[in-house]
């Protein structure tokens, strides 16, 4: 069973970057045909699915958001990362790591959710 742990990245005032790391155990990420999402819930609101990194390395973001978005990763540690340049408080939210076997789309394991305030 994967599991999936989100890192806490503390206050993150508006115009500043936020990074946030998924730990990923129980399982390799560069394993073929699986995908590791990074989703968010702002307060109030559904979800939205930020975008994922392959299992190749290749990556994907959701058109409809803004691009100021980056996924990465780092294989030796098992763990994969999400960047948010030039924070707004419209970047509050819980945001998840989950898992997509042979989906791009998560359709596994999840993380806890790490929850995000940004001050106004």
């Known amino acids: 069973q994967v599991q999936l742990q989100e890192s806490a990245p503390g206050l993150v005032k508006p115009s500043q970057t936020l990074s946030l790391t998924c730990t990923v155990s129980g399982g390799s990420i560069t394993t073929n045909n699986y995908y590791w999402n990074w989703i968010r819930q702002p307060p109030g609101k559904g979800l939205e699915w930020k975008g994922a990194i392959a299992y190749s390395g290749s990556t994907y973001s959701n058109p409809s958001l803004k691009s100021r978005t980056s996924i990465s990763r780092g294989t030796s540690k098992n763990q994969f990362t999400l960047q948010l340049t030039s924070v707004t408080p419209e970047g509050a939210a819980v945001y998840y790591c989950?898992?997509?076997?042979?989906?791009?789309?998560?359709?596994?394991?999840w993380g806890q959710g790490t929850q995000v305030p940004v001050p106004s």
């Open positions: 989950a898992e997509g076997a042979g989906s791009i789309l998560p359709n596994d394991s």
